[in-house]
């Protein structure tokens, strides 16, 4: 089911009753919560941190920090943002302590036009192409690709999840994306 959760295309988003109900301690609340959230956060962190024990384990943190601390979120803004920011916390502090992972600088999927055999294939190709030149990527550059590209988050949304100004944000995305270009040229994909 955790291999499924992360490969889902749909990624249903809750909807303000739903998080009001979670603010007021309803307990069928967080279930609910946690079943639309699942399968995003869950790609989010296994992407982050290429390891599916460990997303687990961060997935788990993250809403046990929700339950803890949902006193604490100000309903003004996205809880979309709110709980991704919970999570790339959670995130970056197990990728600091890893030994050997770097999250600064060392040194996506292409439509189809027609749903035939041949497109599908190619497609998946493509995708498998991409997600193994973005798992080499270091973890700042996945995790802003990740969150722009397959998340579909905003820039500024992004910058307000990794608590880092814009122009940082922009710069990763930018990096990250030369990076794999770097990548692909070198073996001759692109």
Same mark, same amino acid.
């Given at each position: 089911?955790?291999?499924?959760?992360?490969?889902?295309?749909?990624?249903? @988003?809750?909807?303000?009753?739903?998080?009001?109900?979670?603010?007021?301690?309803?307990?069928?609340?967080?279930?609910?919560?946690?079943?639309?959230?699942?399968?995003?956060?869950y790609r989010y962190l296994l992407r982050l941190v290429r390891?599916?024990?460990?997303?687990?384990?961060?997935?788990?943190?993250?809403?046990?920090?929700? +339950?803890?601390?949902?006193?604490?979120?100000? =309903?003004?803004?996205?809880?979309?943002?709110?709980?991704?920011?919970?999570?790339?916390?959670? =995130?970056?502090?197990?990728?600091?302590?890893?030994?050997?992972?770097?999250?600064?600088?060392?040194?996506?999927?292409?439509?189809s036009r027609a749903p035939d055999a041949l497109s599908t294939?190619?497609?998946?190709?493509?995708?498998?192409?991409?997600?193994? =030149?973005?798992?080499?990527?270091?973890?700042?550059?996945?995790?802003?690709?990740?969150?722009?590209?397959?998340?579909?988050?905003?820039?500024?949304?992004? =910058?307000? @999840?990794?608590? +880092?100004?814009?122009?940082? +944000?922009k710069s990763r995305v930018r990096r990250g994306l030369e990076?794999?270009?770097?990548?692909?040229?070198?073996?001759?994909?692109?």
């Amino acid at each position: 089911m955790i291999y499924q959760a992360a490969i889902d295309e749909s990624f249903p @988003v809750a909807e303000p009753t739903q998080v009001a109900r979670l603010r007021s301690g309803d307990p069928a609340a967080l279930a609910e919560a946690v079943g639309h959230y699942q399968h995003r956060l869950y790609r989010y962190l296994l992407r982050l941190v290429r390891d599916a024990a460990s997303a687990d384990d961060l997935f788990q943190q993250t809403w046990l920090h929700v +339950v803890r601390q949902i006193h604490r979120y100000d =309903a003004a803004r996205s809880f979309d943002t709110w709980l991704f920011a919970i999570a790339h916390n959670a =995130a970056m502090d197990l990728l600091r302590r890893r030994p050997g992972e770097s999250l600064e600088d060392r040194e996506f999927a292409i439509p189809s036009r027609a749903p035939d055999a041949l497109s599908t294939v190619l497609a998946g190709e493509r995708a498998a192409i991409l997600a193994a =030149a973005l798992a080499e990527l270091p973890a700042l550059y996945r995790e802003a690709l990740t969150l722009r590209f397959e998340e579909g988050m905003k820039l500024e949304e992004i =910058a307000e @999840v990794t608590q +880092v100004p814009l122009s940082t +944000v922009k710069s990763r995305v930018r990096r990250g994306l030369e990076a794999m270009k770097q990548k692909l040229c070198k073996e001759d994909i692109l």
